[in-house]
């Protein structure tokens, strides 16, 4: 349900000249819509920041920034809101690097705003999940007077789950129309295939007596400017590419458990792989992995120059081979969960 709070007169004394309007948009619904339209009553231009962009499409990030993008002006369009009216700015995910986040929107948001400091945040500080609204102290913050109880997890549950005329009601007709088209897709049965893996998996964990925290390892490998991948065969995230990893067994450590899962996946025969270890770090980011809190230890070994080794992917990976650091760090949009962001820690670390 949505509804509008009464607007207090000062909010509407004058039109800030932009608005800044920060979500994920997975996809948008009739709420996003309402504050939208509140939201360009009281300023001249709105920027929508679409988050979560160039990220591999899973169950909680079905649709790509470009597809949020054209179905929020599709639905203002709708509305009769004219559209040169609203901007764009797309943001990566960073899980691990606050700061990389808040700069990217600030220069998505100043490229539009052309040195302009009259610039308006709008928002509804409604829980953690709300928390960047305090991270731009240089923006007034503007507070939406829509309340609402809907969100787009209810709407992708519904979605995967064919609750279409669940669906139907809670998002506007050009949401639905997409919606609709995006059914007929690839892409939405290999989604739908991984929520029913993924809820399935959760739920046999569910009746532990303590909620259950996973372990895994991970490994970044380099060697003559290429990182080695492996392909996902399995869900979740079939066909992902992904660092060679996987769980830690119980009576192994994590730099074994690490080693042993390099070499099952990929079949690199380095001999004693632990010795060319470099670093190591945690990822422990909570909703890193849809199956449930995980944490993953990942250890970078570098093999130096020369030709790069023969591999020969095991069982659990669909493909092995190595891939030029420029175009691993060039393409987030390949990688499973975090994967990307794993490497880019090493990486960028020189």
Same mark, same amino acid.
């Given at each position: 349900m /949505?509804h509008r709070?009464?607007?207090?007169?000062?909010?509407?004394?004058?039109?800030r =000249?932009?608005?800044?309007y920060i979500?994920r948009?997975e996809?948008?619904?009739?709420?996003?819509?309402?504050?939208?339209? &509140?939201a360009?009553?009281?300023?001249?231009?709105l920027?929508?920041?679409? %988050?979560?962009?160039?990220?591999? $499409?899973?169950?909680?990030?079905?649709? =790509?920034?470009?597809? !949020?993008?054209?179905?929020?002006?599709?639905l203002?369009?709708e509305?009769?809101v004219?559209? #040169? !009216?609203?901007?764009f700015v797309?943001?990566?995910?960073?899980?691990?690097?606050? #700061?990389?986040w808040? @700069?990217?929107?600030q220069?998505?948001?100043?490229?539009? /705003?052309?040195?302009? @400091?009259?610039v308006?945040?709008i928002?509804?500080?409604?829980?953690?999940s709300?928390?960047?609204?305090?991270?731009?102290?240089?923006? &007034?913050? +503007?507070?939406?007077?829509?309340?609402?109880?809907?969100?787009? =997890?209810?709407?992708r549950?519904?979605?995967? &789950?064919d609750? +279409?005329e669940?669906?139907?009601?809670?998002?506007p007709?050009?949401?639905?129309?997409?919606?609709?088209?995006?059914?007929?897709? *690839?892409?939405?049965?290999?989604?739908q295939?991984?929520y029913?893996?993924?809820?399935?998996?959760?739920?046999?964990?569910?009746? /532990?007596?303590y909620?259950?925290?996973?372990?895994?390892?991970?490994?970044?490998?380099?060697r003559?400017?290429?990182?080695?991948?492996? $392909?996902?065969?399995?869900?979740?995230?079939?066909?992902?590419?992904?660092?060679p990893? %996987?769980?830690l067994?119980?009576?192994? /450590?994590l730099?074994?458990?690490?080693?042993?899962e390099?070499?099952?996946e =990929?079949?690199?025969?380095?001999s004693d792989?632990a010795?060319?270890? $470099? @670093?190591?770090?945690?990822?422990?980011?909570p909703?890193?992995?849809? !199956? *449930? !809190?995980?944490? @993953?230890?990942?250890?970078?070994?570098?093999?130096g120059? *020369?030709?790069?080794p023969?591999?020969?992917?095991?069982?659990?990976?669909?493909?092995?081979?190595?891939?030029?650091? #420029? &175009?691993?760090l060039?393409?987030?949009?390949?990688f499973?969960?975090?994967?990307?962001?794993?490497m880019e820690h090493?990486?960028?670390?020189?």
């Open positions: /949505t709070q009464p607007t207090q007169p000062e909010s509407r004394s004058r039109k =000249t932009f608005g800044v979500g948009f996809p948008p619904h009739a709420a996003h819509l309402e504050v939208m339209l &509140e360009l009553s009281q300023v001249q231009k920027i929508v920041v679409i %988050g979560s962009a160039r990220a591999a $499409r899973n169950v909680k990030n079905p649709f =790509t920034a470009e597809e !949020r993008q054209a179905v929020i002006v599709e203002l369009r509305a009769g004219k559209v #040169s !009216r609203v901007l797309h943001v990566r995910d960073y899980y691990y690097n606050e #700061s990389l808040l @700069s990217e929107v220069r998505g948001v100043a490229g539009h /705003t052309h040195g302009s @400091s009259d308006a945040l928002g509804h500080l409604k829980d953690e709300s928390y960047y609204l305090r991270s731009f102290p240089a923006w &007034e913050f +503007l507070p939406t007077h829509v309340v609402s109880d809907l969100s787009a =997890t209810e709407v549950r519904a979605y995967f &789950e609750d +279409l669940r669906v139907q009601k809670i998002v007709p050009a949401v639905w129309k997409f919606l609709e088209g995006f059914r007929r897709t *690839g892409d939405f049965a290999a989604l295939a991984e029913r893996y993924v809820q399935d998996y959760r739920a046999a964990w569910a009746s /532990t007596p909620p259950v925290v996973f372990v895994t390892t991970d490994a970044v490998v380099i003559s400017g290429h990182v080695l991948v492996v $392909r996902r065969a399995e869900h979740p995230g079939r066909g992902r590419l992904a660092m990893g %996987g769980f067994n119980l009576k192994e /450590t730099l074994a458990s690490c080693v042993r390099v070499v099952e =990929t079949g690199l025969q380095i792989l010795a060319y270890q $470099r @670093s190591q770090a945690v990822f422990d980011y909703a890193r992995s849809l !199956r *449930g !809190r995980t944490v @993953s230890h990942a250890f970078q070994f570098d093999l120059i *020369g030709q790069l023969v591999l020969r992917p095991g069982s659990d990976a669909a493909d092995a081979f190595w891939l030029p650091l #420029s &175009e691993a060039a393409a987030p949009e390949l499973f969960e975090d994967h990307h962001a794993i090493f990486l960028m670390r020189g």
